[in-house]
């Protein structure tokens, strides 16, 4: 997976030479984004969590409010798609889309005010 971010990174970074540390850091929140909503995720497999502050520290870590439910999936490579698509999984998708949509007016409700 990183070597995907890496490549995207590399893109985007062809196309805005000038724009350097506003690229870095978007390439940043966006990869991070990940782990982090994965920090406020039900985790029921060993390790509990996720290690959010790797590679400076290892510990796993989790949130005791949860607001994403786990997404099921099988461990089996023949039936990982199949499982990926159920009705538990799709209402979690739902459910984070729902989320990230708050997110994503508060923050435009909060940038139109700055301007």
């Not at 994965?38 to 949130?63: A, K, Q």
């Not at 786990?70 to 089996?76: E, I, N, P, T």
Request: hydrophobic content about 55%.
């Amino acid at each position: 997976m990183i070597f995907v971010a890496a490549l995207l990174f590399g893109i985007i970074f062809h196309f805005w030479k000038d724009r350097f540390w506003s690229v870095t850091i978007i390439t940043f929140f966006i990869y991070y984004s990940h782990v982090f909503m994965d920090y406020f995720t039900e985790d029921f497999r060993p390790p509990f969590g996720v290690m959010l502050f790797w590679p400076f520290d290892s510990d796993f870590y989790i949130s005791s409010v949860l607001i994403f439910k786990r997404v099921f999936r099988s461990d089996v490579s023949s039936t990982f798609f199949s499982t990926l698509f159920s009705r538990e999984n799709i209402e979690t998708f739902v459910w984070e889309g729902f989320i990230l949509g708050v997110v994503i007016i508060l923050f435009k409700l909060f940038r139109s005010k700055q301007n």
